[in-house]
């Protein structure tokens, strides 16, 4: 049976996913971190079928060890990211560097690595970020998203029609990265938000499974998503 493959699965955001696709099938739960390993074994023990690999996306034999563990993939979703927030004036070369190998490198090379063996139907979902629109002090982060925008719609080109190419760009969701906003800044933010609260994990993870079924999705490609409770454009 085919499987669905999601990078950065031991956050918050992965969790949800590999939870919700593992209904769907089998899941490869992609992370650097060991926890991987525990998201995994407790789906496992749930009846789900997981598999998990430890894996930095910014090095080759990272990319190697996936694309070695991937079995017939249906579905790619890249949601492995990370900040490194600063103003422009402030922004050190190696917090610059760090976040565009994971949040646009690693993305390009993965699914350049994947895309010649994933089945015909198949769906790539990247996770982008309402900041690709701009957010101040996250000069490098909105950077990267927005690049994982334009990646996005050069994917749905090329890969059409035998594979779809959507992003996502979530809001504000409650994660630990939300919760640890100061709560003055916080509700200010989620004042701004027509639906009148944070978005949860399982938010993105059901526009993930929506738009990697082909079935219920199939005429949809090379769109963001964006999914913030109505805040889309607005500042």
């Known amino acids: 049976m085919s499987s669905a493959v999601v990078t950065g699965a031991a956050g918050g955001l992965g969790r ?14 992609v992370d650097l971190s060991e926890a991987v390993e525990d998201v995994a074994a407790d789906l496992v023990d749930e009846g789900f079928d997981v598999r998990a690999v430890r894996a930095d996306l910014t090095q080759p034999e990272g990319i190697t060890a996936v694309v070695l563990e991937a079995d ?11 900040t490194r927030d600063a103003r422009l004036v402030k922004m050190e070369r190696q917090h610059f560097d760090a976040v565009l190998a994971v949040n646009l490198g690693a993305v390009f090379e993965l699914t350049s690595a994947l895309v010649p063996s994933m089945e015909d139907g198949g769906s790539v979902v990247s996770i982008s970020s309402r900041a690709y629109l ?33 992003a996502i760009a979530p809001g504000l969701i409650e994660t630990p990265m939300a919760q640890a906003i100061p709560d003055e800044i916080l509700e200010r933010m989620i004042g701004a ?13 059901e526009a993930v499974a929506w738009l990697g079924d ?10 963001v998503l964006v999914v913030g409770g109505g805040r889309s454009l607005s500042r």
């Open 134 to 166: 701009g957010n101040f002090g996250q000069f490098n982060y909105a950077m990267s998203k927005g690049a994982v925008v334009g990646l996005t719609r050069a994917l749905s080109l090329q890969l059409a029609p035998r594979i779809r190419a959507n």
């Open 193 to 205: 938000i027509p639906m009148g609260r944070m978005g949860t994990p399982d938010d993105i993870a």
């Open 16 to 29: 949800a996913m590999v939870r919700r696709l593992a209904e769907d099938g089998p899941v490869l739960a």
């Open 72 to 82: 017939r993939v249906r579905l790619l979703v890249n949601n492995a990211g990370i």
């Open 214 to 223: 082909g079935e219920r999705s199939g005429y949809v490609t090379g769109h």
